[in-house]
């Protein structure tokens, strides 16, 4: 497996989202191996952990085995994933009253995103620092399943979250994730949420485009355009993030009266990304028809920028 690091999570970034567990990269195939980068992800139901997927050796090939979230985390083939997935059980967050505690030494979180009712640990975890990412087979992963482990299998547990799928989805859909583009070294190892952000906090930060019609004034007059749409945009972006705080902070109201369906984070999930993807685009349509209205060659910058 390549060597890669969670996205680091700073005061603008919104990682991770109440609820949400880290779930690391891996490799995948459909007639190539590619490779899905890690990613957080919303637990399918409070108590929920996340088991990786891990590939073993078998009649002489090779089977990929789907994780799976259960209130116990089971066997993942010995795989030393890193961020809290060592080979065996999983310590990088823990469960509390219904809210996620994370260990902040093999995750990169900040505590000023957190809920109140979440905490911060740290607890170091050893790894194995091996990156082999299969068990069995010559040259791999020699570990075998626990009885515990074994009896987490038994136990009532879900698939992959739409989330994942998505996320798998896109990366079998980019040509340089796959192995025999990259050899190895895939471009995209990982993300702060799978693919499409959710929140406006967490779009690209909107470009100005350089202008320059060989007219000083009308460079100045054309500048100031761009810098009135911006200023709009951006006041728009944070309009939307207040209005979805708002639907968050009213989930985690109902979570403290114990009115909390925990399906109902995962609702507004897909609306928010929805309402964020449409202001994204929107905001690209605007600056494009404001260049072609200025001048029609400066358009075309707008789309290399993009």
């Not at 192995?179 to 949420?193: D, V, Y």
């Not at 939307?240 to 902070?249: H, M, N, S, T």
């Not at 928010?272 to 690209?284: A, D, F, G, N, S």
């Amino acid at each position: 497996m390549p060597a890669y690091d969670q996205p680091v999570c700073n005061s603008s970034d919104i990682c991770p989202l109440d609820g949400y567990l880290w779930t690391p990269g891996y490799w995948a195939w459909d007639g190539d191996y590619y490779w899905v980068p890690g990613t957080w992800v919303f637990a399918p139901e409070i108590g929920d952990l996340w088991t990786p997927g891990y590939w073993s050796a078998t009649d002489g090939g090779y089977v990929f085995h789907e994780g799976y979230w259960a209130e116990t985390v089971g066997f993942y083939g010995g795989i030393d994933y890193s961020f809290g997935y060592p080979g065996h059980g999983f310590e990088g967050a823990r469960w509390v009253d219904g809210w996620l505690h994370y260990n902040s030494a093999v995750n990169h979180v900040n505590a000023v995103s957190l809920s109140k009712k979440q905490k911060l640990y740290n607890t170091p975890v050893k790894e194995s620092g091996n990156r082999v990412s299969y068990n069995g087979g010559p040259g791999g992963i020699t570990g075998r399943a626990t009885p515990a482990e074994e009896a987490a299998a038994r136990e009532k547990r879900n698939g992959p979250t739409m989330q994942q799928r998505e996320n798998a989805w896109f990366a079998h859909l980019d040509p340089l994730q796959h192995l025999t583009a990259n050899n190895g070294a895939p471009p995209l190892l990982s993300e702060p949420l799978p693919h499409l952000a959710i929140h406006p906090l967490q779009l690209p930060d909107i470009q100005h485009i350089p202008i320059h019609t060989g007219n000083a004034e009308l460079d100045e007059k054309y500048r100031k355009e761009q810098d009135e749409l911006i200023a709009k945009q951006e006041k728009e972006r944070k309009d939307l993030a207040v209005k979805q705080d708002i639907d968050r902070l009213n989930i985690n109201k109902e979570r403290d009266a114990n009115k909390y369906d925990p399906w109902e984070m995962e609702d507004v999930r897909p609306r928010h990304e929805v309402e964020t993807q449409v202001l994204y685009y929107k905001e690209r349509q605007q600056m494009r028809e404001l260049l072609l209205r200025q001048q029609p060659s400066l358009a075309d910058q707008m789309r290399t920028a993009n």
